[in-house]
């Protein structure tokens, strides 16, 4: 808001892309031209770092090298033990663990999943490693040496990426899920051992019509989440 507290325009298209934005969990076939995914990234390139560091780089995959990856990363996981280069959360509690089960319910109601059925939620997390179907994948890496605030920019970055996507028409859905696998996406893609997964994001063009894009997740109110000092 301006400082008289009138909306803004740039106030308003902001809030209409942040309102819009869900994470896509299935993708059409349809490849994103190379200029849209380089408009996309000239976007998410805007992010702010600790001192300009700008610690992200990125790997994507295209056509037969998305076919492939999706194949050898489907076999790979089907056998692995999970090695993530960030430690993933101890535990969900209270409100967290709440709002965890809540996002997992409606992704399983929207799909057909009952509650107890355990192939099915398997079957569902699969899915993750099928990309949902998209076209693309980036891989998001930090610099080691910039240990978890490098991960605090690309976090940053991620958040700016899947905005970008959204205002170009674009589906995209962040996954830690692929980053738990890490040593053999940096086998995989030749990444150097100074860089370290902090998650890959699938997108493409999003397959509006598939039930499990119906449903929006919540948010919680400001006043859960801020407090104010004035004394």
Same mark, same amino acid.
């Given at each position: ?9 740039? #106030? ?5 892309? /942040? ?21 996309? /990234? ?12 700008? *610690? ?17 990363? $489907?076999? !790979? ?6 090695? *993530? ?6 535990? #969900? ?13 409606? $992704? ?22 099928? /990309? ?15 240990? &978890? ?6 976090? $940053? ?25 890490? *040593?053999? /996406? ?7 051992? !100074? ?9 493409? #063009? ?15 109110? &400001? ?9």
């Amino acid at each position: 808001m301006s400082p008289t507290g009138a909306r803004t325009e740039e #106030y308003e298209a902001l809030s209409r892309i /942040l309102g819009a934005r869900y994470t896509c969990r299935q993708f059409t076939a349809d490849p994103v031209p190379r200029e849209t995914i380089e408009a996309l /990234l000239r976007l998410a390139q805007r992010t702010p770092s600790w001192c300009n560091t700008q *610690p992200w780089q990125l790997v994507i995959t295209e056509g037969a090298g998305t076919d492939r990856f999706r194949k050898e990363l $489907l076999d !790979h996981v089907a056998g692995a033990i999970p090695e *993530p280069d960030f430690p993933f959360p101890a535990h #969900y509690t209270g409100v967290y663990r709440d709002r965890r089960r809540e996002c997992g319910l409606q $992704l399983y109601d929207s799909v057909g999943i009952a509650k107890g059925d355990n192939a099915g939620t398997m079957r569902q997390a699969v899915r993750n490693f099928e /990309l949902f179907d998209a076209p693309h994948v980036a891989i998001v890496t930090s610099e080691a040496d910039l240990g &978890v605030y490098g991960a605090v920019d690309c976090g $940053l970055y991620i958040g700016n990426f899947l905005l970008a996507a959204q205002s170009l028409g674009l589906g995209a859905a962040p996954q830690a899920a692929l980053a738990s696998y890490s *040593p053999f /996406l940096r086998t995989y893609f030749d990444i150097p051992d !100074h860089r370290r997964v902090v998650a890959a994001i699938s997108f493409g #063009y999003p397959d509006i019509d598939h039930p499990v894009n119906g449903f929006r997740t919540a948010r919680a109110e &400001v006043d859960q989440v801020a407090s104010w000092h004035t004394n």
